[in-house]
């Protein structure tokens, strides 16, 4: 094993072992998701096939979870459909924002790995990007096993998920919220981040409760940008 | 290895609507460049609709569910990830075994 210097550029495989290094915790993190995703998707009547088929397709937990919550006999495709674009609307800015930092890559790189572009390997890439040249191996190499991990673990949660029964007796549905509330807590720096939180939950918890779901995603994230408007301040905005 | 026509017609529209709100940010890039207020209201969708998304689970569920995710943003101040999911299953299957 040859070390390379530390001020010249990484091989690809040590900036793929890198990726690999820091996605793993969201890695794990997602397996209790992927299986209850897994379980609950089988226990709607959806084949292991179509579950994996919708986790390698649509890639997006969150998203994936919200239509499950919403499926029933017959499917309401339309519904589905647009929380699903609501959830996932944040991924126009995501990846407009990371777009300029993958600008050296080709374009076969640069589709793949917007696809497989979650919450997680985003904000690590966004934070490599701030400190050095973000590589193909980093970004692509270690989203695909991110896109393997997630597929693979909804697959075994659609043939294991129905004999094991109900998830909700192991709090596994509540893996999901507590992933959320992990994620919003790594955004939210400066009180006027808790502003725009507290705007987004009571108005979404507000519009559930009178409109029902999906219309309590697309409130909330209004009144969470209206409280942003409100509470801005001209100065630079320099993290504690 | 049978798939209905709906479930794979659901299944491809929210692949579909998903990938596109991926390609577009690519596309867009550099260009969607906002300041000032335009940035902040854009910089807030992200956290704002998490939040959204879980927010009846946690305020319009049950009491078992309204503390636990009480302690769990309390423990995703100062825990890593996986020990915020813990403490979140955890607690809430403790609060529902007390709720009965």
Redesign the interface.
């Known amino acids: 094993m040859t070390e390379a210097p530390p001020d010249s550029a990484a091989s690809p495989l040590s900036e793929w072992r890198d990726g690999v290094a820091e996605l793993a915790?969201?890695m794990?993190?997602a397996m209790?998701l992927a299986l209850l995703y897994g379980a609950v998707a089988a226990g709607k009547g959806?084949?292991p096939?179509?579950v994996a088929?919708?986790s390698g397709?649509?890639?997006?937990g969150?998203?994936?979870l919200?239509?499950i919550e919403m499926w029933t006999s017959?499917?309401p495709?339309a519904g589905?459909?647009l929380s699903?674009?609501?959830?996932?609307?944040?991924?126009?800015?995501?990846?407009?924002?990371?777009?300029?930092k993958v600008?050296h890559m080709p374009l076969w790189a640069?589709?793949l790995g917007?696809?497989v572009?979650a919450?997680e390997n985003w904000a690590l890439a966004e934070r490599r990007a701030a400190a050095r040249r973000l590589t193909l191996a980093y970004f692509l190499g270690a989203g695909a096993v991110f896109w393997v991990n997630w597929v693979f673990w909804s697959w075994l949660g659609a043939i294991v998920g129905p004999l094991i029964g109900d998830p909700r007796r192991?709090?596994?549905d509540?893996?999901?919220?507590?992933?959320?509330?992990?994620?919003?807590?790594g955004?939210?720096t400066t009180r006027?981040?808790v502003a725009?939180?507290v705007?987004?939950?009571?108005?979404?918890?507000l519009v559930?409760?009178t409109f029902g779901?999906p219309w309590?995603?697309?409130?909330?994230?209004f009144?969470?940008?209206?409280?942003?408007?409100i509470v801005?301040r001209?100065e630079p905005e320099t993290a504690a | 290895m049978t798939m209905d026509a709906t479930t794979l017609l659901a299944i491809l529209g929210m692949a579909i609507g998903t990938y596109a709100c991926r390609l577009t940010g690519l596309m867009v890039g550099a260009r969607l460049a906002l300041t000032g207020r335009a940035k902040a209201a854009l910089d807030a969708i992200p956290p704002a609709v998490l939040t959204a998304v879980i927010a009846p689970t946690l305020f319009a569920t049950g009491w078992p569910e309204t503390i636990a995710g009480a302690i769990t943003i309390l423990a995703a101040m100062r825990l890593p990830l996986l020990g915020v999911i813990l403490t979140g299953v955890v607690s809430v299957v403790v609060l529902r075994a007390l709720a009965g």
């Open positions: 915790p969201a794990i993190a209790p959806l084949s096939f179509a088929l919708s397709l649509v890639f997006a969150g998203a994936q919200a239509a017959p499917v495709i589905i459909i699903t674009v609501l959830i996932n609307a944040r991924y126009v800015l995501m990846a407009a924002s990371l777009a300029p600008g640069r589709l917007f696809h572009l919450d192991f709090g596994a509540f893996a999901f919220t507590a992933i959320f509330i992990g994620l919003v807590a955004f939210v006027r981040h725009v939180v705007a987004s939950a009571a108005a979404a918890t559930h409760q779901s309590h995603v697309l409130a909330g994230a009144a969470g940008m209206a409280m942003a408007v801005w001209p």
